[in-house]
């Protein structure tokens, strides 16, 4: 029977049960493959639900660095009975199966076709332990010691990083040390070891540092200088907000134990977004952390914030809508109700992080790009980025970087100009100057309101004054575009005429099925888009395309709206390529969808190199 | 960024106040209310509290919802900064604003549907958490602006200007903001400034989360017979409990009463609030007693007034924030940002 | 001097002071023409305030009946000093001037170039009237009698409307009998009557109704069979919800005084969109009304009612936004916020009625539309044909017609089915069978989620049903694309390459200027456009000519975005006409801007009748 | 569409109601909350409430918001519909279901999260409006569904299980009820059936606003020593005021108890809340006099349960709309289109 055989190159899931202390065990697995020097990725699939549902951790051993989703699975950890089947079917031809031997399984439940390991887990820590609780975390841990001898993972790296997590609490080590030691001993006795798919130490990490992004978006709010967040706990926005609680306890502490921040769990998102609104008029760089609901519920506040051009960060964490949807699956489904947020006319400025790095870079950027432009600004991260532990570079920072707070003026400013006005387009780039409540006695004070008003920030309903200001917004909008990050191309070895536009997390599937399709003869240039309003290299990329396709995780190809309607594109001119399951976006599923289109419009295949498909 | 406000010339004739302000200063744009409506009264009480207070106008943050008692913030205190909000939203953004700068006084301005209708949420999220600020309430149990709707706080079984009655029960903000934490609760009535302006000064000197209640009869669509909130039935039914007087530190204390029928608070900026009880035995420091009180004489039909509870020792949500005395939005780049050195680490952790 | 001479068709505007009680007898003023058979479009322009702010009352009386605001001014009753120079400014040259010449003028306050007409009108009420409300009262009506004479409206005709006001009241009738013989009277023997502007009895009225869409809208809510409102007071919107609590006092009251009916005064919109959902899910038909701002409220809801397809319906009386932006100002700015309302992917109905007539039939097809495809209808109205007394065709209604509640299983048909699935698509057309809550003791009872559920209504996160049913949901909107009012076509008079979409309440001002555009010799072929999804005559339409013009009253050209995205039309073919400055759209406007893009495509004019221009 | 549900044929075994209903009939799915989860138990209380009642279980409607309560609906009463709405806006949603049927039974259930801090506004507006139904809150002073942060329920001072010290005023969702005037106000605890299951049923008979503030601990995140939602600690903090009997028509009244210590309060629907007082001189129809209790026996650190309040006269919002007795989703054209004539008669009007 075939044996798929594989170094370095494969992909393992564990089936099991949600609540179940299984989650440190897996990770544990993951990350000493990555101590080996051997690149992974990780992906946890987990249910809208505390305990007893099932959930999956897969795990991508990639040696060339494909961090996307692959599909199928290789080696499956089958720990969840609930699941079984589907478990092992999800099992690729000539793959592993890894299962709790204990009780006995009739041959049916099994395939043909797959090579079939089973270990008596259950008895085993039964025979070792009395302790419930302890049976059921030691179990994880003996399947790791056995996985360690069926892929061939280096026990020490593991036994270092039990070490490093229990640091400080040493009287731990010994019973993790054991239980490892129980389950890597079992499977070299009594299992074939190793199987087709082996790990080997190797140099392919590199600097890069294995973080979730909402961790790193945190961590660039605290380097771009949020003093003020107010959040309401949703899925998968959560941990954004609670990783900068923990960076301000460490990074925003004086001497005399203060804190130099301050953090509102809100009652709702309404009022989120309402005391961002209110610390950020008043001169404190704030920001909330939400999800579709959360933004959906913050459009009144966020025409106000348009209207009375306020600078507020909002980090959405999409999750797949509409309404409840799927708390704990990936989209990038908020992308319009965020660019076109609130009634009446308004355009929102987004950036598009692909990965923590950029997680953390634009957290941080964010701050300046809102206070330059007094207007809110989203952050788009999703569930796949902003949850999971992804390889990225190592975050930098340049410590001459100072705060742009933008246009404010000082009492001394004040008192130096010869008039202030809150709307007025002083340097022609939509951009006026603003005042903190408080500066000076008598001048630079003003009335905010989402109320139409003159230049001079007086209430007036006059038509003229209104179509003034709304214009002015425009032209802001304008500026923007040159302030935001812009696109990273990627050229194909070939001319080609055609080209894909993508954005966020789509990025390691694209860049892994632009390979695919090199070395299947199809050649494409390919654009990251990292921010709305668009800027002029975009349009250049499409128009010095004939056919351009657009990647998305949504149904109805939102971006592609954005584009066609910002840019003037030719609809035509773009093709869609969605996916929108939940799951997140595969090299397979993008190469698949353009390699299709292509073979319509019967481009015939250029090989790179001669025979390497 | 703290201003000391430098005094200006003025026309001798003029009463200044300690900075050297006329009561001119503190006033704002020239009203757009209906002739007789009360809020412009209520606006007239803030200028006179503020100026008597000896406050740097500039120094007060005003916020307000959406509604004609929300549009008052442009009728007072010019110099200040303003934010009219959106709808039944003020609390939250006045919270915002108050965690970005602790030394500001924040003074927001709602209406009985602004507050008790759409904002009821916020309204009692902001009282549980303590912040910092003089919440005035103008209270006319109608939607003024969109033409008298009856609102939350109308009474059930009173009458619409069109006829209709109203079904549901009334809120009472006073007794939920006692309810939900408030350290300083007081109701009071447009029309009687002398016991709205010591309640306003009070509760701008107050560290907590202060609540006034002002009834504020709308002219336009709540002043009719069979109407709860018209001047004559306020003024048949009001029940004051106490009258403050407001005693800052530079004042020295003189007047003197026999003990029993005085109370005496003194709060953490120092000033004293005396209370000459008009209602035997009221004890406006008893927070039960006081909630006690405010059901029993509304089931009696009575609008109690006065200052019904405050806590001499308030705390504020700064103080559970633990924030550093300094307003978060003066810290600078090297307050706030930790640097390559720290992002080295952090790296090194991730590997 | 230059005079402008004119018989019915001439301009008229009051300039008063809010809550003056001059809006009666501005009304009773236009009303009378209306009386006299002679069409007359009046508009309100009023602050958001109660009391003592600048209102304008402005009458077109036009023998053609164009209906749109004409622009310009040719009579002007300047009743308020605050506005007097602004609206002395306004006159066109050789109009009038009629005010109060009580307090003598300094010459420089008036123009040379127009014709001035002085009545002492606070002398008159001060020798006639004591009491200071009574002044204030008939001094409307003095002017109302003296305007009488000077425009030659038929004074019996005025009495009779008092008579119809007071009925009831005959007590009112002889002191407003005598203010508006006071006036007349002094303006036949004082002042030269009657002025180059005149008015003369016609027949050019018919059989059309003058009246409000907000109340025309609030009846067809009656006739669709609304039973459950649920609304939260706001501009322009809340003399909907009024007027239908009105009607429903009158037809809907049962014999024993029982209402049939219950109206709900929300504490705010998220409150009323959600008693609306629950009325909806459970059986009756429900609506709300709001404005701009309450829409962006209730965009979590529209995505839970789009997602559990609830029938719902809501009027959205669009006034001028972002943010609170000008409550009293008339824009069509909510339609993609309302299209695309909510985060994740969602698509919406909206109806886009053009006239009072069209309110009250939209109002009511509403109702059997959101029934038939179980999904949100929005009635997409503004400040403009909401608030406005317009002159319209009568309402029709066919006795036969029954409501069409959709697809429901009863009881019997429950038993009679051999399966139910709330979500499955039996009949291919993506609209799945409900039942109401308390049908059948065992049968078709089911849960109702904004979360993933598969074709049963069973709470799955398994993307394969999400997927489904998300693409069911697409199918569904197909389908309503034949089930909305179809677009109508105006051909101009000779064959064009050019053609204009427009929408709703600009209705009026596009049929004046194609006029005016086909009598300089300029044709273009028109398509209103009554509702979203697009149907394939639109796209028909677009594609039959080479450039196509897109008439809104928004910033952002909202309509076209939707066009370009759901029909692929190439931007470049559609160009924007834009006019959002929070006054009703003219027709000189529309007519400017597309003859002056023509003029810039050098296109020839056609003249149709020589020298006709 | 009343509908007579049909009996069913069951294991002769089990035992039925008077309808026939096995307590299977009033079970739903298999719950996927945390072995231990209070929520459970309160779900079990409802299906054993409603067998013990007789209802029919499709005439119930049951509604939620977002949570790990507002799951539950799902976990019991199978055969009724279900509406999971969004988080914190059930009250509309019920309101609007209400208002379409009359003749439903309307439970709704909710969390902490979803009824105080989010949902805190809707909670207090349909307790206003007097709506017909039984409000159940399943306490546990967290956020369950979303890992453990603090809820708008949750003591101040309490600890989470992370450490953190909660520094906000609690929100007592039963004083707020009283306070807004909902007619019948009980607390309760998961952990004690035989006092919750008379509560649910007496809730389901009265005939207006009822709510049910069940403190129902998550094992998961709020169980821990420092938390005062925990099942050691409401089991010693638990002060019961009485015991709840409910007698329903058809059962004839036995059991005798000397005066003093017994009230028995006659509902609408002809059933007898009969109390056995377990608070000397506790008077459950004494609004003022509960809340008072209410306030001092939070005070004194204590959690009152029983039935605190009830109103044996409520008026619903449907008494309040004057709506006709026949459900308004049963109307058809007939009932509803007043035809051409009268639009002529309209149209005639407008000219
Ligand atoms: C979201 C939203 N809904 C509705 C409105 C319309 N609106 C403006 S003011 C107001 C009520 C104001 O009542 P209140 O707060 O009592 O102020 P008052 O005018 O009585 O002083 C309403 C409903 C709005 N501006 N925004
Ligand atoms: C608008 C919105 N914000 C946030 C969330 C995320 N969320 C889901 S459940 C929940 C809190 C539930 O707490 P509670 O009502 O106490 O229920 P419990 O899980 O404790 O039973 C939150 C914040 C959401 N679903 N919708
Ligand atoms: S409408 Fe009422 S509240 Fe508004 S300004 Fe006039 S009197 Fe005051
Ligand atoms: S997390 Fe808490 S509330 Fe949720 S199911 Fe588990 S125990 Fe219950
Ligand atoms: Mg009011
Ligand atoms: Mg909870």
Redesign the interface.
């Known amino acids: 029977m075939k044996r798929i055989e594989a170094v370095n190159d494969f992909v393992i899931k564990f089936a099991n049960v949600n609540?179940s202390g299984s989650a440190s065990a897996n990770t544990l697995f993951a990350k000493s493959i990555l101590r080996m020097g051997v690149p992974v990725s990780p992906r946890n699939i987990f249910?809208?639900?505390?305990?007893?549902?099932p959930t999956w951790y897969e795990v991508r051993v990639t040696a060339d660095s494909y961090l996307a989703r692959r599909g199928g699975c290789d080696f499956m950890v089958a720990m969840n009975p609930q699941t079984w089947a589907a478990d092992v079917a999800e099992i690729e031809p000539g793959g592993y199966l890894f299962y709790d031997s204990t009780r006995p399984m009739p041959a049916s439940k099994f395939r043909e076709d797959i090579h079939v390991t089973g270990m008596p887990l259950t008895e085993i820590v039964n025979t070792h332990y009395t302790d419930a609780r302890q049976r059921q975390l030691f179990k994880n841990i003996i399947y790791v010691g056995a996985l360690s001898a069926l892929l061939e993972v280096d026990p020490e790296v593991i036994k270092q990083l039990i070490a490093e997590q229990y640091k400080g609490k040493e009287q731990l080590l010994p019973p993790n040390y054991e239980a490892l030691a129980l389950g890597r001993d079992y499977a070299l006795a009594h299992l074939k070891c190793p199987v087709g798919l082996t790990v080997k130490a190797a140099d392919s990490?590199g600097?890069?540092?294995?973080?979730e992004g909402n961790n790193a978006a945190a961590?660039g709010a605290?380097?771009g200088?949020a003093?003020?967040c107010?959040w309401?706990?949703?899925?998968p926005s959560?941990s954004l907000a609670e990783a900068f609680i923990k960076h301000c306890k460490k990074?925003?502490t004086?001497a005399d134990?203060?804190?130099?921040?301050?953090?509102?769990?809100?009652?709702?998102?309404?009022?989120?977004?309402?005391?961002?609104?209110?610390?950020?008029?008043?001169?404190?760089r704030?920001f909330t952390a939400t999800s579709?609901?959360g933004?959906?519920?913050m459009?009144?506040?966020l025409?106000?914030a348009?209207?009375?051009e306020i600078p507020a960060v909002l980090f959405d964490v999409q999750r797949?809508?509409?309404?409840?949807?799927?708390?704990?699956?990936t989209?990038q489904?908020?992308v319009?109700?965020c660019a076109?947020a609130?009634?009446?006319?308004?355009?929102h400025v987004l950036l598009f992080p692909d990965d923590p790095h950029e997680c953390f870079q634009f957290g941080a950027d964010a701050f300046d790009l809102a206070d330059r432009l007094q207007t809110p600004v989203f952050v788009m991260l999703d569930l796949d980025i902003g949850m999971n532990e992804r390889l990225c570079k190592?975050?930098?920072?340049?410590?001459n970087?100072?705060?742009d707070r933008g246009k404010v003026m000082t009492?001394e400013m004040l008192d130096a100009a010869k008039e202030f006005g809150r709307y007025l387009d002083v340097d022609g780039d939509g951009i006026p100057y603003r005042?903190?409540?408080?500066?000076?006695?008598?001048k630079g004070?003003?009335?905010?309101?989402?109320?139409?008003r003159d230049r001079y920030a007086k209430?007036t309903?006059d038509?003229?004054a209104?179509?003034d200001n709304?214009q002015r917004l425009?032209r802001k909008f304008e500026t923007a575009k040159d302030l935001v990050p812009k696109p990273l191309t990627r050229t194909a070895q070939h001319n080609t005429r055609f080209g894909v536009l993508y954005y966020g997390s789509t990025s390691p599937a694209m860049d892994e099925a632009l390979d695919q399709l090199a070395a299947s003869g199809l050649h494409v240039d390919a654009m990251r888009i990292r921010a709305f309003p668009f800027c002029h290299e975009i349009a250049e990329f499409i128009s010095a395309h004939e056919d351009v396709f657009i990647v998305e995780q949504?149904?109805?190809a939102?971006l592609r709206?954005l584009v066609?309607?910002e840019l003037?594109?030719?609809?035509?001119k773009l093709t869609p390529v969605l996916h929108?399951?939940?799951?997140p976006i595969t090299a397979r599923f993008i190469a698949g969808e353009i390699a299709q289109n292509l073979k319509a419009l019967n481009v015939t295949p250029i090989r790179v190199v001669a025979g390497n498909n | 960024?703290t201003?000391i406000?430098?005094p200006?010339l003025h026309h001798p004739k003029l009463p200044t106040n300690a900075l050297g302000f006329t009561r001119r200063d503190y006033e704002g744009a020239i009203s757009t209310l209906c002739a007789g409506c009360g809020h412009d009264s209520i606006s007239a009480a803030i200028i006179q509290a503020c100026f008597e207070l000896d406050l740097?106008?500039?120094?007060i943050?005003k916020?307000s919802g959406i509604g004609c008692s929300s549009k008052t913030?442009?009728y007072f205190l010019?110099?200040?900064?303003?934010?009219?909000?959106?709808h039944g939203?003020m609390?939250?953004?006045?919270?915002?604003?108050?965690?970005?700068?602790r030394?500001?006084i924040y003074l927001g301005v709602s209406g009985d549907g602004d507050s008790a209708s759409i904002g009821l949420?916020?309204f009692a999220?902001v009282m549980r958490?303590g912040v910092n600020m003089t919440y005035i309430v103008e209270n006319n149990g109608v939607y003024g602006l969109t033409k008298g709707q009856f609102s939350a706080t109308s009474d059930k079984g009173s009458k619409s200007k069109r006829g209709a009655i109203n079904a549901d029960e009334a809120i009472d903000l006073a007794a939920l903001a006692m309810q939900l934490g408030a350290t300083y609760v007081a109701r009071s009535f447009s029309g009687d400034k002398t016991q709205l302006v010591p309640l306003i000064k009070g509760a701008l000197l107050h560290t907590g989360a202060a609540l006034l209640d002002v009834i504020s009869p709308c002219v336009a669509f709540n002043n009719h017979a069979g109407s709860t909130k018209s001047y004559d039935y306020v003024r048949e039914h009001n029940d004051a409990v106490n009258f403050l007087d407001v005693i800052t530190m530079h004042k020295e204390i003189t007047a003197d009463y026999s003990p029993g029928e005085l109370q005496e608070i003194r709060q953490h900026d120092g000033s004293i609030l005396r209370l000459r009880k008009l209602h035997e035995g009221y004890d406006a420091s008893d927070r039960i007693a006081a909630m006690n009180f405010l059901q029993e004489s509304r089931a009696k039909g009575e609008i109690a007034t006065g200052l019904l509870y405050v806590d001499d020792e308030p705390n504020d949500?700064?103080a559970a924030?633990?924030?550093?005395?300094v307003p978060?939005?003066?810290?600078?780049?090297a307050?706030?940002?930790?640097?390559?050195a720290?992002?080295a680490k952090?790296?090194a952790a991730?590997?």
Request: glycine share 10%.
């Open positions: 609540g249910p809208s639900n505390i305990q007893g549902l990490v600097e890069r540092i294995f973080a961590l605290i380097y200088g003093t003020v107010a309401y706990p949703i899925t959560s990074f925003r004086d134990g203060k804190a130099k921040y301050a953090i509102v769990q809100a009652e709702d998102e309404l009022a989120s977004i309402g005391m961002v609104i209110g610390a950020a008029w008043n001169g404190a704030a579709g609901p933004v959906s519920l459009q009144e506040f025409g106000l348009y209207f009375a797949a809508g509409p309404s409840t949807g799927m708390p704990t699956r989209q489904s908020d319009l109700s076109y609130s009634h009446g006319d308004t355009k190592p975050f930098t920072w340049d410590d970087r100072e705060l009492a005042t903190y409540p408080g500066t000076h006695p008598t004070s003003y009335f905010t309101r989402g109320t139409s209430y309903e038509g003229a209104y179509t709304m425009l949504n149904r109805d939102q709206t066609i309607n003037a594109v030719d609809p035509a929108y399951d939940g799951t | 960024m201003y406000a430098k200006k740097p106008p500039h120094r943050a916020l913030p442009t010019g110099n200040s900064h303003g934010f009219n909000s959106v939203r609390p939250s953004v006045l919270t915002g604003a108050n965690l970005a700068n030394d500001l949420g916020q999220h958490r949500l700064h924030s633990n924030t550093v005395t978060l939005n003066v810290l600078d780049t307050d706030l940002v930790p640097g390559s720290a992002l952090i790296n991730l590997r």
